[in-house]
Protein backbone atom coordinates (compact mmCIF):
# COMPACT_ATOMS: atom_id res chain seq x y z
CA UNK A 1 0.00 0.00 0.00
CA UNK A 2 1.62 2.79 -1.42
CA UNK A 3 0.63 6.66 -2.35
CA UNK A 4 3.15 8.53 -4.20
CA UNK A 5 3.37 12.23 -4.74
CA UNK A 6 4.75 13.97 -7.25
CA UNK A 7 4.44 17.72 -9.38
CA UNK A 8 6.11 20.01 -6.69
CA UNK A 9 9.00 22.42 -7.64
CA UNK A 10 9.81 26.24 -7.78
CA UNK A 11 7.26 28.67 -8.86
CA UNK A 12 7.41 32.02 -9.45
CA UNK A 13 4.11 34.14 -7.35
CA UNK A 14 0.87 34.10 -9.57
CA UNK A 15 2.36 30.46 -11.59
CA UNK A 16 0.77 27.39 -11.21
CA UNK A 17 1.72 23.44 -10.41
CA UNK A 18 -0.19 20.58 -10.70
CA UNK A 19 0.20 18.15 -7.79
CA UNK A 20 -0.53 14.51 -8.35
CA UNK A 21 -0.34 11.70 -5.57
CA UNK A 22 -0.83 7.78 -7.40
CA UNK A 23 -2.22 5.17 -5.28
CA UNK A 24 -0.77 1.66 -5.27
CA UNK A 25 -1.88 -1.56 -3.48
CA UNK A 26 -4.78 -0.34 -3.24
CA UNK A 27 -8.50 1.17 -4.76
CA UNK A 28 -9.09 4.70 -4.23
CA UNK A 29 -12.54 4.62 -5.40
CA UNK A 30 -14.10 4.35 -1.74
CA UNK A 31 -11.77 6.72 0.60
CA UNK A 32 -12.12 9.93 1.42
CA UNK A 33 -8.67 12.06 -0.28
CA UNK A 34 -7.23 15.21 1.40
CA UNK A 35 -3.93 17.17 1.06
CA UNK A 36 -2.20 19.11 3.69
CA UNK A 37 0.74 21.14 4.03
CA UNK A 38 3.57 21.70 6.30
CA UNK A 39 5.52 24.92 6.14
CA UNK A 40 8.67 25.37 7.88
CA UNK A 41 8.45 25.99 11.80
CA UNK A 42 4.58 25.62 11.26
CA UNK A 43 2.48 22.76 12.20
CA UNK A 44 0.59 20.67 9.52
CA UNK A 45 -2.43 22.58 7.46
CA UNK A 46 -5.46 21.22 5.98
CA UNK A 47 -5.83 22.87 2.51
CA UNK A 48 -8.29 20.86 0.43
CA UNK A 49 -10.61 17.74 1.10
CA UNK A 50 -12.92 15.33 -0.72
CA UNK A 51 -15.47 13.48 1.48
CA UNK A 52 -15.92 9.64 0.63
CA UNK A 53 -19.44 10.53 3.24
CA UNK A 54 -21.34 12.65 1.64
CA UNK A 55 -18.75 14.06 -1.97
CA UNK A 56 -18.22 17.40 -0.46
CA UNK A 57 -15.33 19.46 -1.31
CA UNK A 58 -13.97 21.58 1.34
CA UNK A 59 -10.86 24.02 1.07
CA UNK A 60 -9.41 26.05 3.66
CA UNK A 61 -9.91 29.60 3.12
CA UNK A 62 -6.65 30.79 2.40
CA UNK A 63 -6.85 28.54 -0.86
CA UNK A 64 -10.55 29.06 -2.14
CA UNK A 65 -10.93 30.14 -5.82
CA UNK A 66 -7.19 29.33 -6.20
CA UNK A 67 -6.81 25.34 -6.01
CA UNK A 68 -8.97 22.50 -7.18
CA UNK A 69 -8.77 18.95 -5.60
CA UNK A 70 -10.24 15.85 -7.81
CA UNK A 71 -10.09 12.53 -8.25
CA UNK A 72 -9.56 9.95 -11.04
CA UNK A 73 -10.77 6.01 -9.99
CA UNK A 74 -9.56 4.97 -13.52
CA UNK A 75 -5.88 6.06 -12.78
CA UNK A 76 -6.50 5.74 -9.12
CA UNK A 77 -4.67 8.92 -8.81
CA UNK A 78 -5.74 12.37 -6.52
CA UNK A 79 -4.84 15.90 -7.74
CA UNK A 80 -4.18 19.14 -6.55
CA UNK A 81 -4.76 22.03 -9.56
CA UNK A 82 -2.68 25.29 -7.55
CA UNK A 83 -3.16 28.52 -9.46
CA UNK A 84 -2.47 32.08 -8.67
CA UNK A 85 0.74 30.78 -6.49
CA UNK A 86 1.62 33.13 -3.46
CA UNK A 87 4.82 32.96 -1.07
CA UNK A 88 2.67 31.94 1.58
CA UNK A 89 1.95 28.92 -0.10
CA UNK A 90 5.19 28.03 0.18
CA UNK A 91 5.37 24.28 1.96
CA UNK A 92 5.68 20.82 1.91
CA UNK A 93 2.79 18.80 0.09
CA UNK A 94 1.60 15.32 1.42
CA UNK A 95 -1.64 13.56 -0.03
CA UNK A 96 -3.60 11.38 2.37
CA UNK A 97 -6.28 8.71 1.83
CA UNK A 98 -8.66 7.85 4.90
CA UNK A 99 -11.69 4.77 4.88
CA UNK A 100 -13.48 6.63 7.94
CA UNK A 101 -12.69 10.47 8.03
CA UNK A 102 -15.23 12.42 9.63
CA UNK A 103 -13.40 15.52 9.99
CA UNK A 104 -11.75 16.98 6.49
CA UNK A 105 -8.43 18.47 8.88
CA UNK A 106 -8.70 16.13 11.21
CA UNK A 107 -5.10 14.33 10.25
CA UNK A 108 -5.71 11.60 12.94
CA UNK A 109 -8.22 10.01 10.74
CA UNK A 110 -6.33 9.50 7.96
CA UNK A 111 -5.07 6.02 7.25
CA UNK A 112 -2.37 6.12 4.39
CA UNK A 113 -0.11 9.40 3.56
CA UNK A 114 2.19 10.37 0.69
CA UNK A 115 6.22 11.33 1.11
CA UNK A 116 5.52 14.83 0.67
CA UNK A 117 6.32 16.95 -2.27
CA UNK A 118 8.39 20.24 -1.89
CA UNK A 119 6.43 23.25 -3.53
CA UNK A 120 8.67 27.02 -3.35
CA UNK A 121 6.62 30.12 -4.46
CA UNK A 122 9.51 32.34 -4.91
CA UNK A 123 10.89 35.61 -7.41
Known amino acids: VQLQASGGGLVQPGGSLRLSCEASGFSLRYYAIAWFRQAPGKGREGVSAISNENGGTYYTDSVKGRFTISRDNARNTITLQMNNLKPEDTAVYYC?????????????????WGQGTQVTVSS
Open 96 to 112: ATGLRVGLPWAAGEYDY
